[in-house]
């Protein structure tokens, strides 16, 4: 168990409908990553949000948004979704902004839009 | 980041070692190598890091050459758990850290 939480494991919906998906990091963690594993495009890095801010950005859609709480847990919004939007989305914690951190994940949260 | 390069699949048998190689030809001086690994469809779980020097700790080995254009790592007596896609990754330390770029990783297979 890597104390990362996601929810919720899985989710089916249509095209066109708004999801959130929801991560609480590791206790005292500030920094979350959200990464999309598809079978066609891989494990590929979203966003990162270091204790409420955005802190990188990589391949993420526009109708996708993402943002970390006060609490610190952090919530991925994706909307008119589409068949492609389908795959699993791993949150990931780590400590802080520092150099040579690890990355914890969680279990994942499938999507599949039908 | 680095492009990284490993062989698609391998096999061990149990309670051998396991040899995962990685070549990283183009990597710079500040990005390290990372090893993750994903078991099924399980969040990408860490294994180890390192800069330029060997590294060990209770899950595995990394030995990078000296010239840093390559690694390997070592499960020094796999068991049949250790079956999962195991990614090679070279990143900068610090800042973008937490963005790492997944290839599509070595299948490890250990065997009865």
């Known amino acids: 168990d890597s104390g990362v939480t996601q929810t919720p494991k899985h989710l089916i919906t249509a095209t066109g409908q708004r999801v959130t998906l929801r991560c609480s990091p590791r206790?005292?963690?500030?920094?979350v990553y959200w990464y999309q594993q598809s079978l066609d495009q891989g494990l590929q890095f979203l966003i990162q949000y270091y204790n409420g801010e955005e802190r990188a950005k990589g391949n993420i859609l526009e109708r996708f948004s993402a943002q970390q709480f006060p609490d610190l847990h952090s919530e991925l919004n994706l909307s008119s979704l589409e068949l492609g939007d389908s795959a699993l989305y791993f949150c990931?914690?780590?400590?802080?902004?520092?150099?040579?951190?690890?990355?914890?994940f969680g279990s994942g949260t499938q999507l599949s839009v039908l | 980041d680095a492009k990284t390069t490993q062989p698609p699949s391998m096999d061990c048998a149990e309670g051998r070692a396991a040899n995962l190689p990685c070549n990283h030809s183009t990597i710079s001086g500040n990005e390290y190598v990372y090893w993750y690994r994903q078991i099924h469809s399980q969040g990408p779980q860490y294994i180890i890091h390192?800069?330029?020097n060997n590294e060990t700790n209770e899950m595995a080995s990394l030995i990078i050459t000296e010239d840093r254009k390559s690694s390997t790592l070592i499960l020094p007596h796999a068991t049949l758990r250790d079956t999962a896609v195991y990614y090679c990754?070279?990143?900068?330390?610090?800042?973008?850290?937490?963005?790492?770029?997944f290839g599509q990783g070595t299948i490890l297979t250990v065997h009865p």
């Open positions: 990931a914690s780590s400590p802080g902004f520092v150099t040579n951190e690890k990355l914890f």
């Open positions: 990754i070279a990143a900068p330390g610090g800042t973008s850290y937490g963005k790492l770029t």
């Open positions: 390192g800069l330029k």
């Open positions: 206790s005292g963690d500030l920094s």
